[in-house]
């Protein structure tokens, strides 16, 4: 499973980052960054919760990268 | 297990709409009703004020679509529906239409309708914001050159007075206390975050109080205390929002005497035996901040509470009180403000990195040894690590520390 974030969408408002926070972390700029590119299998209810808590909907999981 | 079927959510809002979705999500099958006062499908209300404005061009920014309401979902959709009555004993909710809705589990999320001025006589020209319908008649009168008076310096008014400005409106806003933003966020930033307006062209203006709003058919401009007129062709209302409870008047859900929010428990749990309420209706003590009961406005609140509520409701055996560090941001000229905690009771107000009266800082609120909130300008990789901190409590001096280059100032 692997997070995709919509550049265009994304403010970095931060909520991705409070919920899951070994996952994403806004950056100086307001930039987001996803620390880690595939998640566990044990933080996928934190990072799923993350996905849906987004503000902007900027935030998709990939259940099935390649 | 036990789940009272139907479940009827009024309001088709953010916080409705995230209470029928975490019940689909945490595998309640039975039926979902969900009524939405507005005729549209549930939409995201923090752009109204800023991008919606901003470009003409410019939908509602939908939250979901309808297909995903009706069939993945599976919601009994009754949208430009009211509510208009509740009846707990026989557990049934009365509609405008007359439709009588039984529910096994009710979820109230009506949100809050703006505030008008008691002295607001009827002209064309006068605005309040709050649905997508205000924000399109507004943006339709907002172009270059219009004189824009806003009444009220909360986040609302703010904003719009920020995107008129963008829009080459000339601005006046218009505050009636000393400093704005008080409850919100404090005295300190309040003055702070209200300096933007200066700083950025618009005529700001506290302690300034409306005597009456001069117009015959249509506005012609403000009328100060003072005597001064203010001449205006737009005058957009934000003196805050009032919970829309009043259909649950006589009906037995207790109602705070001061706002007529709802009164739950830190379960979400109204008076009433299978009611709960979320968002901006509804006032909770939240635990972490002391015995108090507090009500937000505020988007991150809405779309938590209206989770909370629907999981606490559908699956009571395992209920948890609905515990948050409030948060909330703004984008004004630009600029990105971001608050999270509470800002009463502070002790202290501390600027930890950049300056006051500058585009980039931090401050933080002390309580006794503890820090119990952080307000942000352009710090966005700040705000929720302090926002983790006050969820754990976290001592001042650890905020203190959160970020090594802080040391060497304090």
Not at chain 2, 36 to 55: C, M, V
């Amino acid at each position: 499973m692997k997070v995709i974030v919509d550049r265009g969408r994304c403010t970095g408002i931060g909520i991705c980052e409070s919920v899951a926070e070994a996952y994403f972390e806004v950056g100086d700029d307001g930039s987001l960054t996803v620390l880690r590119d595939d998640v566990a299998s044990v933080d996928e209810d934190e990072v799923v919760e993350a996905v849906r808590s987004c503000p902007a909907r900027a935030l998709t999981l990939n259940r099935d990268p390649e | 297990m036990s789940q009272n079927t139907p479940l009827v959510i009024i309001g088709a809002s953010l916080a409705g709409l995230r209470a029928a979705e975490e019940a689909r999500f945490g595998g309640y099958s039975g039926p979902i009703i969900m009524v939405g006062a507005e005729p549209h499908l549930p939409y995201d209300r923090p752009p109204l004020s800023k991008q919606f404005i901003l470009n003409s061009t410019n939908a509602a920014d939908f939250l979901t679509s309808e297909d995903e309401l009706l069939s993945v979902l599976n919601v009994d959709l009754r949208l430009g529906r009211t509510a208009i009555g509740l009846d707990v004993d026989a557990r049934r909710v009365r509609l405008d239409d007359e439709t009588l809705l039984d529910y096994g589990t009710l979820i109230v999320a009506t949100g809050a309708a703006p505030r008008m001025l008691p002295s607001a006589p009827e002209l064309d020209g006068i605005f309040t914001l709050r649905t997508v319908d205000d924000a399109a008649a507004l943006r339709d009168r907002i172009v270059d050159s219009t004189r824009v008076v806003v009444i009220g310096a909360g986040f609302i008014g703010s904003e719009i007075a920020s995107s008129a400005h963008h829009l080459g409106a000339e601005v006046t806003l218009l505050e009636g206390a000393p400093v704005p933003l008080v409850r919100a966020v404090g005295p300190v930033v309040g003055l702070e975050i209200a300096s933007l307006h200066q700083r950025n062209g618009v005529d700001f203006r506290l302690s300034t109080a409306v005597q009456e709003i001069i117009g015959k058919t249509r506005v012609e401009g403000v009328r100060l205390t003072s005597g001064e007129v203010l001449p205006a062709d737009v005058i957009v209302i934000g003196v805050g929002a009032a919970p829309a409870t009043s259909w649950l008047a006589d009906s037995g859900v207790r109602l705070d005497p001061v706002d007529g929010g709802i009164v739950c428990d830190e379960y979400l749990r109204t008076s009433a035996e299978d009611v709960f309420a979320a968002g901006d209706v509804a006032h909770w003590p939240n635990e972490l901040l002391g015995s108090g009961s507090m009500r937000l406005e505020n988007w991150t609140n809405a779309a938590d509470q209206g989770r909370h509520a629907a999981r606490n409701a559908l699956w009571p055996d395992s209920a948890t009180p609905y515990v948050t560090v409030p948060y909330f941001w703004s984008d004004w000229y630009g600029q990105r403000i971001q608050f999270v905690g509470t800002a009463a009771p502070a002790d202290e107000v501390r600027f930890v990195d950049g300056e006051s009266g500058t585009d980039r800082w931090t401050a933080l609120f002390r309580s006794g040894d503890r820090i119990i909130a952080a307000a942000t300008l352009n710090e966005p990789r700040r705000i929720m690590k302090y926002r983790k901190l006050i969820g754990r409590r976290a001592a001042w001096s650890d905020a203190m520390d959160a970020f090594p280059q802080d040391a060497s100032r304090v």
